[in-house]
């Protein structure tokens, strides 16, 4: 069973940078999209940044202009890089992978943005 792990997660003030990764166990074939969510307490999780077809990019508009995502397919890596974080980007952060056919989650690693 392929998992994927997430790490570069902590405590970070505002303004301040982080940077996320994530790495499956084993070879992921035929990726088509990678993508990374969120969810803070009491939310529902929500898209925070994507690429499709390892080009195309989409960021949710609340980190727009502040976050990076980059994926490399054939290492099944996906990193995501956040400066000027905020209060609100507080939440636990998970890597999604999806090749035809199956779906590919982390479990997730906190995310906490506090002066």
């Known amino acids: 069973q392929v998992q994927l792990v997430e790490s570069g997660g902590g405590l970070a003030q505002p303004g301040r940078s982080l940077r996320l990764s994530c790495a499956a166990s084993a070879r992921i074939l035929s990726i088509v999209y990678m993508g990374w969510y969120r969810q803070a307490p009491g939310k529902q999780r929500e898209l925070v940044a994507s690429i499709r077809s390892g080009a195309e990019t989409n960021y949710a508009d609340s980190v727009k202009g502040r976050f990076t995502i980059s994926g490399d397919n054939a290492k099944n890596t996906i990193d995501l890089q956040m400066n000027s974080l905020k209060p609100e980007d507080t939440a636990v952060y998970y890597c999604?992978?999806?090749?035809?056919?199956?779906?590919?989650w982390g479990r997730g690693t906190q995310v906490t943005v506090s002066s």
């Open positions: 999604m992978q999806r090749s035809i056919g199956n779906i590919y």
